[in-house]
């Protein structure tokens, strides 16, 4: 099979000073992209801010004969990301490719966070998803042609002690990817999530160097680049590290209809071996499936 290449495309990459955006705005470059390298700058808390890094990978990719741009916009600032998009449409007037990159944490535990720290998060994450999403989406819809990777993670997708507004933040990233392959699928924009585990600024204190040289950020790259390509499905949850992939979903029991007339809490406690039975279980692919499914036990089928 023809490798996958890029030529011709333009691919914003958020966060991509460093860490995973780095590898990604690289590899795809490397692959014929015209790249936006967008990095605020920050420490990994987002506070302070600066060009250096995002210039730094500008420079590499030109190294490398590709074509890029830094853009040094966070992605919570309304006219910061219209600028970003402005840059790249005034540059080579087109955007194929939205790399959703960016983030920072401040962990705490629920008890002692502060709602400051939590809307903070959840606005890199979350809103710094959707803004730049949005920001792109009729340019794409026009085009008949987009690709958006989000980043989530497995904290949103299974909880992690201390990341309560990390873990919310992720989990609605995958809320919004499922609104936006459908609402994508007539004008070929295709939408899907990467769960990374990788060495980042972010994860270098938590585990020992020896298993933080096996999940380098190169390691996640090759799945998050399938997912800008022409070739990637639309709506999956891409877990990727240390040279692993797999696909995660959120699956629904069969469950059991117990009726409506005199339905009791009761019959719920004693029916909750059935409830939770993971025998049938699926992973729905549109909210339709499931009003199905309810229809379907109604009648007791």
């Given at each position: 099979m023809s490798d996958i290449r890029f030529d011709g495309k333009v691919a914003i990459v958020t966060g991509a000073g460093?860490?995973?955006?780095?590898?990604?705005?690289?590899?795809?470059?490397?692959?014929?992209?015209?790249v936006v390298v967008n990095d605020l700058g920050g420490s990994v808390d987002g506070s302070g801010g600066g060009s250096d890094a995002a210039?730094?990978?500008?420079?590499?990719?030109?190294?490398?004969?590709?074509?890029a741009i830094a853009n040094g916009s966070s992605v919570t600032d309304d006219a910061g990301v219209?600028?970003?998009?402005?840059?790249?449409?005034d540059a080579w007037g087109r955007i194929d490719v939205l790399v959703a990159n960016a983030?920072?944490?401040?962990?705490?535990?629920?008890?002692?966070?502060?709602?400051?720290?939590f809307e903070f998060v959840l606005n890199v994450h979350l809103m710094g998803t959707v803004k730049p999403a949005k920001a792109v989406w009729e340019i794409m819809r026009e085009q008949n042609y987009g690709r958006i990777v989000c980043t989530t993670s497995s904290s949103g997708l299974y909880g992690n002690f201390g990341q309560s507004n990390y873990g919310a933040a992720k989990?609605?990233?995958i809320?919004?990817?499922?609104?936006?392959k459908l609402e994508g699928q007539k004008n070929n924009i295709h939408v899907n999530a990467v769960a990374p585990v990788a060495a980042t600024r972010m994860t270098e204190n938590l585990m020992p160097p020896a298993i933080l040289e096996r999940l380098k950020p190169e390691y996640v790259t090759p799945g998050v680049v399938f997912l800008c390509s022409e070739d990637a499905p639309t709506g999956c949850i891409l877990t990727a590290g240390a040279g692993a992939f797999a696909l995660s979903h959120i699956v629904e029991t069969e469950g059991v209809y117990l009726g409506e007339g005199g339905l009791s809490v009761e019959e719920v406690r004693d029916s909750w071996a059935k409830i939770i039975d993971p025998a049938g279980?699926?992973?729905?692919?549109a909210g339709g499936?499931?009003?199905?499914?309810?229809?379907?036990?109604m009648q007791g089928g």
């Open positions: 460093g860490g995973l955006g780095r590898q990604h705005a690289l590899e795809l470059a490397r692959r014929g992209a015209k210039n730094a990978v500008v420079d590499e990719i030109k190294a490398l004969g590709g074509e219209t600028l970003m998009v402005k840059h790249a449409m983030g920072v944490l401040r962990d705490k535990t629920f008890s002692k966070m502060e709602i400051a720290d989990l609605g990233i809320g919004l990817m499922n609104t936006l279980q699926q992973a729905y692919q499936e499931q009003s199905a499914k309810f229809f379907r036990k």
